[in-house]
């Protein structure tokens, strides 16, 4: 690095530990390099959903909204805390997913939405810069997207507290996650918890048993805690028991000890992933007044405008128009339950294969909602070989490793494999 000597302490840091190549992208590119040679290739790695043809999945009636805007809609610069008729949409769009009985609750205990450049990750950089300091601590699950490490651990160096999320049968539970926040409330002065449902790798989400089971913990809580709610695949569950909507309205007015700081955007709720465009809520534990609410939110819009400033605004005012006009919110919202469907089916058909059959390397979690199901290996083989094996056999898949975070599995991204490919998939899968 011929920039080494003038490099800060957090540049030097950033340099030695964060891996453009490594991980998703990296097989990723295996996979497409593989798929060039080999005819009939099925590219399991990408966590973007994609048509039965491979195009990307988009919704019509926003990109037809986009291409309709005007220069200075799309090249004027956006309010800093966001176009507020969008942002106010948004909350509506959000807020329209939850039960009815939480709905209220949910507005009257939350700040409104300011945007964040970069999609959800600038989200998490805006929000956890201003509550934590390096080494304070964060509890993540071991089964967690990987740039999360990168923004957490690497950039702003937090001390990594990880929590198992799963039992060894490949189901749910929140115990280890409870014990860990026991031992931090003797240990720490604050903490935040990063939680993500639907899951990036594991493909899980609590049910609403779960989640109650996890209320009454957070309604004890006795430190000050942040808990970082990563809802990129919000609203994609398949069954019925588990939560089909983000947990924030359920962890919201419990205890004043805690924060609930919701990260969303459009790249995977409106298939926008390139519209670089995330949002930060915060939610409250008691009820706060409206003052107390624009205060925090204009922390919030000040340190992102101290960060990566305002953010886009053509993907805003599109998604405003789309939103705020009772007919295109409807055509959109059928658009987005015809991908949902798809997704839905893919999810169902490998289910049922992943059932009937037995493998003496892989055994699959319980997977139920988001865009991916993720496989245990059984043995004492490395994910990173089992990938590259099904490579060889016509499968890409992304490998997650990590003996010190008991991970040994292999996610694979249904959203990105068309339902014709799904029996095939299954079948190199096993045949492992
Ligand atoms: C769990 C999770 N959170 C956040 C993101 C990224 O969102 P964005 O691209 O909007 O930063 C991803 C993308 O793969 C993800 O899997």
Known sequence: MILRDFLSKRGKHIEDTVDLSAGTLAWSLRAKKKANEMDGFINATIGSATEDDGKLMVLPTLVEELSNLNGDQIFSYANMRGVNEFVQAWKKDTIDTYPAYLQEGADTFSTLPITACGGLTGGFMISAQVLFDKGDTILAPNFRWRNIDNVFFRNLQFKESTYELL??????????????????????????????????????????????????????????????????????????????????????????????????????????????????????????????????????????????????????????????????????HKEKKRNTSILEDRYRYMKKLVGEKESSVLQPVEFNSGFFGYFHIKGKQQASEISHKLLEKGLGTVPFENVKNGLNGVRVAFSSISEKNIEKTVDILYSI
């Open 167 to 332: 039992d060894k049968e490949g189901n749910l539970n929140f115990d280890n996650l409870i014990s860990k926040i026991h031992e931090a409330e003797k240990e720490d002065k604050k903490i935040g918890i990063y939680l993500n449902f639907p899951n990036n790798p594991s493909g899980i989400s609590p049910t609403y048993d779960e989640v109650k089971k996890f209320q009454e913990v957070v309604e004890e809580i006795s430190i000050p805690t942040t808990i970082f709610l990563d809802d990129a695949y919000e609203g994609c569950a398949y069954e019925d028991s588990v939560i089909e909507h983000s947990l924030f309205p359920h962890l919201i007015g419990l205890n004043e000890d805690v924060v609930t700081i919701k990260v969303d955007g459009v790249s995977k709720r409106y298939f926008a992933y390139g519209a670089r465009l995330g949002l930060v809520t915060v939610g409250f534990g008691e009820e706060v007044s409206e003052e107390d609410k624009v205060d925090v939110r204009e922390l919030m819009a000040k340190a992102a405008r101290t960060n990566t400033s305002s953010a886009p605004k053509g993907i805003q005012v599109a998604m405003s128009n789309v939103l705020n006009d009772p007919e295109k919110n409807k055509q959109v």
